[in-house]
């Protein structure tokens, strides 16, 4: 929606040097053999990607989704805009008859996140799944049918990762047969909870349930916060928006607190503990098990998404680094040659940047479905034995959980540690991808910084990246001392470490270079040497858990790098004739590539522990780093372009004017650029008038 | 200023649960025994301090300095807000009768760049150093007046780095005796030029000065842009902002396109280069090396501030994580002992990301002196010979000046290694640090997210961290040819490759566990390693410049390691009694092992290449992280809140919650966020309704 009329002829006369990014990208695509069809189907399937785009077709035409207009907003404004596309979104779902599914697509095209984010998940999710059948009916059918909107207030100014030292109170009062919530002090107060600020009139209180003065840790509950047609908080409830963010300002995070305030019994969600109306008795009545899947399930989620929130960044960057010429060739030139500039994407530096992360992309995107098959594997056995009627839970961790013990703590860890590693390969390789934009990259136009900043909250909720370090670490040592005592369950953490332990004295002898497997098994040995290497720090010499943090981390980045590896090379080796009959030789060539380069790359990010466990030599680092990464550099380069295609963002959804996929990027920022509402006003420059504004509605 | 009437009483009378951050920070304070007092005089010098509090006092009592209401403004309130502000800065330096100096310490307090910063450097040092006098009459006169209102427009939309491809032309017209400045293409299009956006009345146009058909290359060119009563741009000039950004919001960052328009002759700044007007003739009429001294002292100087802009960073999660308290001791916990939450800056994990970051302000700060006293030394030297008549250069790179040439070429690459690699430590650490702070760092009031987004273009202008390794990495070669053909000068760089060459058979035996001095000496030995290495690749094996790129930027970060941590040597351990007799033993000794923990770090997260290169021994690395870095980590800490007080950050300048010298967190968070604009607003929350706004102006 041009703010400003079209400009003078001369203006509109005015091509971009040659050559022209539209060429450029169509000769990028011409000299490679990668199907992107077959590969994004891959990635994919055919059904999504058609789904996808017709849905965005609808989101696209409404003037409400423009996403130019968000970058230049005030906080005031973005937030009355997220209410409007957060209502037009539920609006279109009901006219074209969406699934959630359908929903959730739409909202990623829209493209940031509304005021409706935390209804409509852990409001309804937690309703759902801790609700008994009459509190479904009293609240869960009104939230569906959007009567209550709500959130889920856990979090609090004083206390966020640790859930236990909550201050938030709820006690019992006999006499009423009622709950009184309340906060004892200001960082009592809920923080950060979404939803909460403007437009809840519910919330699910996490809060320390007290009865006849005893504590029962944290229970939820369910608050009325404001009145259903004033939309004013209620009385002794003091609520509100908790002002601008990095990014994620679209979301109205809010602040809570309580003066005892009373809530009737039926209040506290019961499907796992009830409070006896007539005896006060604390009961424990079903098994939370599900609970812990929930939580897994999330994580897993942001494994399976981390892939293709990076891979944003690197389409965009990959296009644009494509089309962007800067320089002529140094030898070329010191040869007195006249070649023109060179693609900034054909810039070493540029590749060792980019391409690693282009094979990240992928890699992390195995890794999630890897992710997903094992967490469905485990809801499925899990479910069996629910059926079976297990209903032990002591909920005091879920290793400790009896049905599917043993893969549910496994797969706690791996989800722990996946989700560790993967948003922080997303993070960190955005703002790369962003500098690699060179100067544009600072734009909002680049698209990159915008979802950057609402990714980078990604790091820190459902477990911040260094604590989640913790319950890797824990495991693995777990699983070593049992590996060591003969007593270990039958899984890959056992076999990694049960191998290690057989080859210790003989070395691994692994070929890095040359043999696609022996990769696999650096990272296996890497991990297992650290695994024993903690355990004996920690059991031999009895260090104190704190001492050993920076040492779990590591531990745990490099088991989940272990873990990302060998998922990527399941994807692309354990079955090569299948692959290359999906996609084709060439692409299934290049995809192996990639596997090659992200193994590789991070072996060299990380030699010093390679080397010193054993994993590789000396030797094979060297070659590593000058052969290995340097010639995958050269041989997936003409491929880059087809590999972020076959990822299928629209331009839409990149809101990117580098990152087009026709390369027109110079006359996309510009267009954007002079549309801008600064250049509506003209200022008056002098420093001794105080006059700001000379004249408003000015047009270039 | 608060938005919101005082909350009801029952909130009023709320407070943190305890410790208080009051009584934590006390604590902190009374556990050191480091001076204060005495080490920000080491910092800063008692006189700065002083002239920083004073002006801080007048420019704090302005309201239009509120820092809080920024946050939450769009793109177009938030110019004209800077606009407002830099006109009040202007017009208190009058009032005071502020050095321009003082001028920049009001900017810095202020906090935000404002419409004037290009006018303020890049337009009067351009106008006063390639100006003629009759130019400075008739140009920087009025500039420096406040009448003409400039800006310095060499970047293009198409091109950044790459100076001489710039595409905007100047044609000289002997017929009447004028340049015709002229945008061919889009991609000419004048872009990312501060101040040009909105304010600016007057530009330098860098453009390709063609003279009967001969391209000069590019020149400045002063041009009026818009009309100095209406505002509004000239014909065929059409000029703009150029849209939002990641940060620098505050900045009219603008773009232009010119039609063929005709400047006079003296338009062109005739100091170094003019063309006869009678005899159409170009010629070069002086020496430009002071320029390029020029834009050595722009990199020394973001050298010096590196320090500064990551220490605003560490001041505020030191502090925070010192008050921030979370989770019981594991260990302790396990034992059935009650001790509280643990402070969160007690956990190993929150010290290893801080700590050396902590540590790099100091080390960033003593090099920054280094190279400003490095740089004097070069303009004395060069203004010697520039007196003495020397006039021959070429201007074709700074090595091949002659006045002063080996120490300007030393200069040149020190300053660019440095620039690269100061301003990568600050801008990665300031995120280590925002992410240290946990949830809170994601918000506004943290103060480090916005500090960090008006940071960040510092890693790509005044020359691209990446590109500027080239620099570093060509200048190594060529010191390594010299020594090798006994024809090297006499400086650093010569003697640590001499040094590694005598003793590259015999090895170099550093014990950088037990002396210090060997720890700078393990960094010199892996910098000449690397040169060689680089220069064998590049002279023996003839290898592409570009295929050596990631070997060049690797070089170039090594190199400037050693500086860094050769300065900070020089700085505590050159002259130790007359360090411990300026600041005390106690603090001395902190000194120095902010030092150590600094280089052991660094050598911990370049291990490989400190192993290869035989800097060091495996052992050696196994130690240095386990026992080095973990003891020093040790004795740190405890002094830590008062190492960052010692970079004497005022409240106001830091402008965060969480960073409060007080430590009064909970509290300013709150007040904040229950005053923000948003809570004005009363939300209709119901999809099915598409009024937005219920109420405005609401009362919390």
Known sequence: MPRQPPPP???????PSSPQGADLLAAERAGSGVNVDRLAELLHTREVLDKRAAIEKIVAAEPVFDKTELLSMGRVERMQRSLARGKKLKQLQKQHNWSFEDYKVANTIAGEPTTYGLHDSMWLVTLREQGTPEQHKLFLEPALANKYIGCYAQTELGHGSNVRGLETTATWDPTDKTFVLNSPYLTASKWWIGSLGKVANHAIVMAQLFVNGKNHGPHPFVLQIRDLKTHEPLPNIYVGDQGPKFGYNSMDNGFMLLNKVKIPHINMLARFNVVDPETSEYRRVGSPSLIYGTLTWVRSTIVLEAGAALAR??????????????????????????????????????????????????????????????YNANQEAMNKNLAAGAKDARGAGPEELNPGAELLADLHAT????????????????????????????????GIGPWYADYLPTATWEGDNYMLTQQVARYLLKTARQVIDGVAPKNETAEILQFY???????????????????????????????????????????????????????????????????FYDAVFKDPARL?????????????DLFRLFALNTIENHAAEFVTSGAITNNQLTLARVKGVSNLLDRIRPHAVKLVDAWSFSDFLLASSLGRYDGKVYQD?????????????????????????KRTGAKL
Not at 339 to 368: D, I, S
Not at 532 to 550: F, H, P, Q, T
Not at 580 to 592: F, I, K, S
């Open 415 to 446: 989800s722990c540690g996946l989700k560790a590693l993967g948003s922080t390969i997303a993070v960190e390789g955005l703002e790369v991808t962003r500098r690699a934009c060179g100067g544009h990259g600072f734009s909002s136009y680049s």
């Open 9 to 15: 002829e001369w203006v509109q006369k005015l091509q």
């Open 313 to 374: 960044g690197v389409t965009v960057a990959t296009r644009y680094c494509a089309v962007r010429r800067q320089f002529q060739d140094r030898d070329a030139e010191e040869a007195g040659l006249k070649t023109g500039e060179t693609a900034v994407l054909n810039y070493k530096m540029v590749q060792q940047r980019l391409l690693p992360l282009l094979a990240a992309t992928y890699a992390l995107h195995f890794t999630g479905r890897g992710m997903m098959a094992m």
């Open 669 to 693: 920022l510009f267009e954007r650029a002079r549309n801008n509402p600064v250049n509506e006003l003209i200022f008056d420059p002098y420093p001794d008038s105080d006059v700001l504004i």
């Open 580 to 592: 290359a009959g999906n996609v084709g030789d060439v692409t299934a060539d290049v995809l192996q």
């Open 501 to 567: 332990i057989s080859r210790k004295d003989t070395g691994v002898a692994n070929d890095v270079l040359n043999n696609d497997a022996d990769i696999v098994r650096a990272f296996a040995w890497r991990t297992a040497f650290l695994t024993l290497e903690a355990l004996k720090l920690r059991d031999k010499e009895k260090k104190s858990w704190n001492s050993l943090l920076v040492a779990f981390w590591r531990l745990s980045t490099a088991h989940s790098q272990y873990l990302v590896v060998r998922n």
